[in-house]
């Protein structure tokens, strides 16, 4: 590689660093190390690692390379990538496939609110009309993902904004600027004015709080949770997409389902004392001090995508099947 190549790929790598770090930092595109970000340069795609988060390309090395035409052939035997490669991204045979040579893949909050309904591909269509746009239902990540979009890009052509079902935003394109602008008009659509409830009882939460294994949440917006009815309604409905079932060992939504003040700290502790988080209804949501810093950025996100949807929105909520079968993916995902 001459040294003028060698200076254009530098180049380009601390562009995506520098994107992938803007993107990370934003709570309502990516929360904790969801999302991921590659380049394909000369043969090697390079992609965020699994366990990184995005907001920290700045100070540290989160991009992995890898042998694309391996990787490439890998996907064509049927065998994911991220089995083969240790430290790859569960999403690696999906940035393979794609043509783009940037590839962008966030947890976009706004996105979400929209990709979980029934009626997504219809609202989707006149949200996103004039832009090149194809919806993915959802599948399992990993080579499921990756199999479904190339059978999608198939039959309708190439696309460079894919909305997939219960799951996320990808943005493709020849550079991290071109990647950027279509973001920005996707993320510019699909905004949706989130409710607002009122402020938390902060007085009952911290009594409740004090001398126990259970604190306040960082994110004043968490509250939103126990607050508002309608967020209530639709977490108790199930799983709306796999991040939320980092919270949980079993396929029981009931961790989201708010609970009543207790009649004793005992009565409290003994109850509760497995549980991550617990929504307090009309009071706000306590989480246990052991909590994880991507257990809490997770949650922020979920707020934030509740808050955004309606009450007589049509939900899609993921199967038992599809519950069970995730655990796994999103066990490696937070590593």
């Not at 990516?30 to 970000?37: D, E, V």
């Not at 961790?255 to 497995?274: I, T």
């Not at 929105?313 to 995730?326: D, G, H, Q």
Request: charged share 20%; with cysteine.
């Amino acid at each position: 590689m001459s040294s003028n190549a060698t200076q254009e790929h530098t180049g380009e790598l601390s562009q995506l660093c520098t994107l992938s770090a803007r993107i990370g930092g934003d709570l309502l595109s990516t929360q904790a190390s969801s999302g991921n970000s590659s380049i394909k340069l000369d043969g090697v795609l390079w992609i965020k690692a699994s366990g990184k988060w995005m907001a920290h390309a700045s100070r540290e090395n989160i991009l992995l390379p890898l042998d694309l035409a391996e990787v490439r052939q890998l996907v064509k035997r049927g065998a994911d990538p991220a089995e083969r490669y240790s430290s790859a991204s569960i999403e690696t045979a999906m940035h393979a496939v794609l043509p783009h040579r940037v590839v962008l893949h966030v947890h976009c909050v706004n996105t979400i609110a929209w990709a979980v309904r029934q009626d997504a591909p219809a609202r989707l269509e006149r949200q996103l009309k004039g832009l090149p746009w194809q919806w993915i239902p959802y599948v399992p990540s990993g080579l499921p993902l990756a199999r479904e979009i190339e059978k999608a890009l198939a039959a309708s052509g190439r696309a460079d904004i894919l909305v997939l079902g219960n799951h996320g935003l990808v943005v493709g394109g020849e550079d991290c600027a071109a990647v950027q602008d279509l973001l920005s008009q996707v993320q510019q659509r699909l905004a949706i004015c989130p409710r607002r409830p009122g402020p938390a009882d902060y007085a009952a939460l911290a009594e409740l709080a004090d001398g126990s294994s259970w604190d306040l949440p960082d994110d004043d917006g968490v509250h939103a949770l126990g607050l508002d009815d309608i967020a209530r309604a639709i977490l108790s409905g199930g799983f709306l997409y796999p991040c939320q079932l980092m919270f949980s060992d079993s396929c029981a939504p009931g961790l989201f389902c708010p609970v009543s003040r207790p009649g004793s700290r005992d009565e409290w502790e003994s109850r509760y004392r497995a549980r991550p988080f617990l929504i307090v209804e009309g009071r706000g949501v306590v989480v246990k001090k052991t909590m994880t810093p991507a257990q809490r950025a997770t949650m922020s996100g979920l707020a934030q995508v509740v808050q955004r949807i309606s009450l007589t929105a049509p939900l899609r909520y993921l199967t038992e099947t599809e519950v069970a079968n995730s655990f796994s993916m999103v066990a490696s995902r937070y590593a």
